[in-house]
């Protein structure tokens, strides 16, 4: 699916979510596509652009029934009006908008608000200044640190925090990797995880029958021109796939 072009004209601090409306149609439409592979049972890999892509599937799935989220990012993506002076980018804002924190041209489509309930939060680095509205929120956070000492671990404690729920997604930004080891990312950062360990933590996620499917963004190829990190990370994504 195409999706419609990114416009931030007459935009202003103080306007909200930049580009809302076309964020929000392309979430339907996006969300009933989905439904249709849902329907016939299949996993699904979604690929490409920024963080707020979670919120078609997150909707798809509200459609169905209570599924959590994983939310895989080196950012916990947890900016409101309530933590900040104003809100713009929703790649900032994306699991807060699944969760029903923001405004409801996003967080309550078709009614259905908040389309997630239960979260969970993997990769960030010690220095997020929204961790605490994170777990306020009653998200369990798992820091990249933790992950590194044993992302096993980690991805079974994910396992455990949704496993009452009827199925879960897997959002993977791939700036939960190390900026050393991906800097083909828009905010690239000190201090994460490295591929062997996202294939460690990702592989029991996804081969667990409740896991509908994961979406990969934030990979900007543009920084990439020679190939060699999407040669890495495409290796990564098939070995925690098989």
Known sequence: ???????????????????????????????????????????????????????????????????????????????????????????????????????????????????????????????DEYVDDVKAAGIPVWPAKRIIEDPATAASGVLEHLKALDGFWVHLDVDILDAAIMPAVDSPDPGGIDHAQLVELLRPLLVAPACQGIDVGIFDPDLDPDGRYADELTDTLVAALT
């Open 1 to 127: 699916m195409t999706p419609p072009r990114y416009d931030r004209e007459g935009w202003q601090p103080g306007d909200g979510v930049f580009n809302a409306a076309g964020m929000a149609a392309y979430t339907v439409k996006l969300a009933d596509r989905l439904t249709r592979f849902f329907d016939d049972g299949r996993f699904v890999i979604l690929l490409g652009g920024e963080c707020s892509n979670v919120l078609g599937p997150a909707l798809a799935l509200r459609r169905r029934g209570r599924y959590g989220v994983v939310y895989l990012d080196g950012h916990s993506d947890f900016r409101t009006v309530d933590n900040s002076p104003y809100v713009g980018a929703a790649g900032g804002e994306a699991l807060a908008l699944i969760t029903g924190h923001g405004q409801p041209d996003l967080t309550d489509l078709e009614g259905r608000g908040p389309y997630i309930k239960d979260a969970a939060l993997l990769g960030i680095r010690d220095d």
